[in-house]
């Protein structure tokens, strides 16, 4: 497994959690990084990205103003900061890597991880 998340866990609607993607240095510094999420019953959907030196990144409309992805390339992490969240945001977020293309597809991001788990209750 080359990104590992962490940082999930259950909290209150309203609350904040940060997400963390640990990768390889092969891995992190070359490549565009995306979190996604899965709601139970749902497909896979995009959260976030930002590119290689952090210049550029994209949200959701579902979490734009909530969420803030960003990157440490000297930590070899990626972070997914998660203010006001709502009982709609419960799912299981996934960090992934794109070495070619800045975008919102999944297509193209070819290394995952297994995912954490985050629970938002009323």
């Known amino acids: 497994v080359l990104l590992v998340e962490s940082g999930g866990g259950l909290v209150q609607a309203g609350g904040s959690l940060r997400l963390s993607c640990a990768a390889p240095?092969?891995?992190?510094?070359?490549?565009?990084m995306g979190w996604f999420r899965r709601a139970p019953g749902k497909e896979r959907e995009f959260v976030a990205a930002i590119d290689r030196n952090a210049d550029r990144t994209m949200y959701a409309d579902s979490v734009k103003g909530r969420f803030t992805i960003s990157r440490e390339n000297y930590k070899n992490t990626v972070y997914l900061q998660m203010n006001s969240l709502k009982l709609e945001d419960t799912a299981v977020y996934y960090c992934?890597?794109?070495?070619?293309?800045?975008?919102?597809?999944?297509?193209?991001?070819?290394?995952w991880g297994q995912g954490t788990q985050v629970t938002v209750s009323s």
């Open positions: 992934a890597a794109d070495r070619w293309r800045y975008g919102s597809s999944q297509t193209g991001f070819e290394y």
């Open positions: 240095e092969s891995i992190l510094s070359p490549y565009v």
